[in-house]
């Protein structure tokens, strides 16, 4: 079964969101484990296809077009991957798997009804979904964000947990060593937060407990250089920070991390995936990708560090089985993908 596998191809770990590369990888693993057979071919979204693209897409069984983002107001912002795209979808003649789709808005607090409301006021957004639909066999949805917006528009969606959850899987990972604890930051969103003195006080006492409290080192794990570190080194140490130059590094890390808390959510996720203990930080809807697998979520509008001590003392992390939530996405691929394109 030849795919061509439509998702972001990372080039370079610091200057892209390697978080959208993990819901391709882990996806590819549970992919693989469903449909042995499977062959993949990736194409990039985030430019307009080539000659050699659209063959690709045209010479494949069907095209799986995964990652995020998927779903946002389009009279807000909108790119290629998220209207044109499309169009050259239908001209490539093949029958599209739409999975792992997330939804995407700046807001830390807004609801899965609030999320659709927005995204239903843009004509161009519904008529889009509508396009996509008529060339769409299956579709799933990785965050209630999503799933609430396709769902309202009348269109089936199967929520399942995010792929990105598998994608140290995918690199023969499979088990955490918990050999520190770590903070994962999205520096953009407490550099330019008129409160950001205030949230910073709070990580570091947050910090000092979870080395205290656990016995281990809490590392400051820098997911994206270009994006983060210029403002980590003006709070932390270079003893404290870790920062990989490769996708293989970053996996590494990982696989070494207990309890992790993170605003980046491909931080928190892959390391939940192999039995790591995480709290998401949630900076804008994304974030609501720890409710599928009962991760807390702390919005940034009202983290402080009492409530990671509440979380941690109480044991409150989430008693998901991870192996658990990726076998039951491999059997639900493996009925429905055949079905889909039967």
Not at 137 to 148: G, I, S, V
Not at 298 to 315: G, K, Y
Request: aromatic letters at 10%.
């Amino acid at each position: 079964m030849k795919v061509a596998f439509v998702t972001n191809k990372l080039l370079h770990v610091h200057k892209t969101n390697v978080g959208d590369s993990f819901i391709g990888y882990g996806l590819k693993y549970i992919l693989k484990q469903a449909i042995p057979e499977i062959e993949f071919t990736d194409v990039c979204r985030f430019t307009p296809f080539n000659s050699h693209d659209m063959q690709i897409l045209h010479n494949s069984d069907c095209i799986i077009y995964a990652g995020m983002p998927q779903y946002n107001n389009l009279d807000d912002w909108a790119f290629y991957y998220d209207v044109e795209i499309w169009e050259d979808f239908r001209r490539a003649g093949r029958p599209v798997l739409r999975l792992a789709g997330g939804g995407g808005y700046p807001s830390d607090t807004m609801t899965p009804s609030e999320f659709s409301a927005h995204l239903s006021k843009s004509q161009k957004t519904k008529d889009t979904l509508a396009f996509a639909m008529k060339i769409t066999k299956l579709l799933t949805t990785r965050d209630p964000m999503a799933h609430q917006f396709v769902i309202d528009q009348g269109y089936p969606s199967t929520l399942l947990p995010c792929s990105g959850a598998s994608a140290c899987r995918w690199f023969g990972v499979h088990e955490t060593t918990k050999k520190y604890n770590a903070i994962c930051l999205t520096s953009s969103y407490i550099k330019n937060n008129p409160e950001q003195m205030k949230i910073v006080v709070e990580l570091k006492r947050m910090q000092k407990f979870l080395e205290d409290y656990y016995n281990k080192p809490c590392k400051i794990i820098c997911q994206i250089k270009n994006s983060d570190y210029e403002f980590l080194k003006t709070h932390y140490s270079d003893e404290e920070i870790i920062v990989n130059d490769t996708l293989e590094g970053t996996i590494k890390t990982y696989s070494e991390v207990d309890v992790v808390v993170a605003s980046r959510i491909h931080c928190a996720l892959p390391i939940f995936g192999i039995g790591g203990r995480p709290i998401i930080i949630r900076v804008d809807t994304r974030g609501s990708v720890g409710d599928v697998l009962n991760i807390p979520v702390i919005p940034l509008s009202e983290f402080d560090a009492a409530r990671v001590i509440h979380i941690a003392r109480n044991d409150l992390f989430s008693k998901v089985n991870p192996l658990d939530a990726v076998e039951a996405e491999i059997a639900f691929y493996r009925r429905e993908i055949p079905k889909a394109l039967a």
